[in-house]
């Protein structure tokens, strides 16, 4: 049933009508996790995750979601530890969520959808020296994803949702400065699952390490209702369309092993 529903909403979305190659690749993303087929790994370390607020910079509707973006010159926000060999450095944060409470997240869990999913994106600054080139490149992106549930009104991510409405509209960008993304991750980060995946929207290259927390985060329906007031359109358009639904649709395991850190 959820698969007609994404069938409905994903060929009015904006992706979907220029004329975009999905490469048939082997290990794109998202995916669903099916626990009992996810393999304990002892050997995955605690992720060492490392922010420095001051490295925040602004927020950018891009037209499909909206970014909180770091300067991303210093190794001064990072990710090591867990399963990555290479020190990982943050460049940007977003989101995609659904219309309504039902769906909304990128990957799931044993099918279950969630309203709304983080990814905090970070590149490879051990092997590469810019996001562009590791873009492109196997072990060049980490990005930690967390699930958002409906619950009590999250005090960190209220500073952010006080600074939407700035970027309404596609192409808008507002100034943001010290916020610390650690406050949008779960109490414990130790148990996760992580998979060999691809970005979910384009260039879709097969270059990113899936750290997915196994803990969500909550945030209150009002929250999540000023994400739902963007739009997708820019100023100028005639018909203004809301930002809702900006999940890739779910693609196929392939052989992959999901590894978890926990059992
Ligand atoms: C890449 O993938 C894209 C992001 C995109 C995420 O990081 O960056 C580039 O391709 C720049 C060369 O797009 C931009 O930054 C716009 C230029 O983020 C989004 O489009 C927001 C959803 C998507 O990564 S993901 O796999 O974690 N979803
Ligand atoms: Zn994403």
């Not at 009508?17 to 669903?32: C, F, Y």
């Not at 037209?63 to 460049?91: A, H, I, N």
């Amino acid at each position: 049933a959820l698969c007609a529903i994404k069938f409905i909403f994903f060929p009015v979305h904006p992706m979907w009508q220029e004329p975009l190659a999905i490469p048939g690749g082997d290990r794109q993303s998202p995916i669903d996790i099916v626990v009992r087929k996810s393999v304990f790994d002892p050997q995955l370390r605690p992720l060492k995750v490392q922010y420095d607020p001051r490295t925040c910079q602004q927020i950018w509707n891009n037209g499909y979601s909206f970014l909180v973006e770091y300067d991303d010159t210093t190794d001064k926000s990072t990710v090591k530890g867990g399963p990555l060999e290479d020190q990982f450095r943050l460049c940007q944060f977003h989101f995609h969520w659904g219309e309504n409470n039902a769906w909304g997240s990128e990957h799931s869990i044993d099918r279950r959808l969630f309203p709304a999913e983080l990814h905090l994106v970070h590149w490879n600054s051990d092997k590469y020296s810019l996001f562009e080139e590791a873009v492109i490149e196997e072990n060049g992106l980490a990005v930690i994803a967390v699930f958002l549930k409906i619950g009590k009104r999250h005090e960190g991510l209220q500073k952010l949702v006080d600074a939407l409405p700035a970027v309404r509209h596609k192409d808008s960008l507002v100034e943001f400065t010290k916020f610390d993304p650690a406050c949008l991750l779960p109490e414990n980060i130790d148990d996760y699952w992580t998979y060999a995946g691809s970005l979910t929207t384009p260039p879709l290259t097969e270059a990113v390490t899936w750290i997915v927390m196994k803990r969500h985060i909550e945030v209150s329906h009002d929250q999540l209702a000023v994400f739902r007031s963007l739009l997708f359109t820019s100023a100028e358009e005639q018909v203004q369309r809301s930002m809702v639904n900006n999940f890739r649709v779910q693609q196929a395991v392939k052989g992959r092993t999901v590894r978890s850190s926990f059992t």
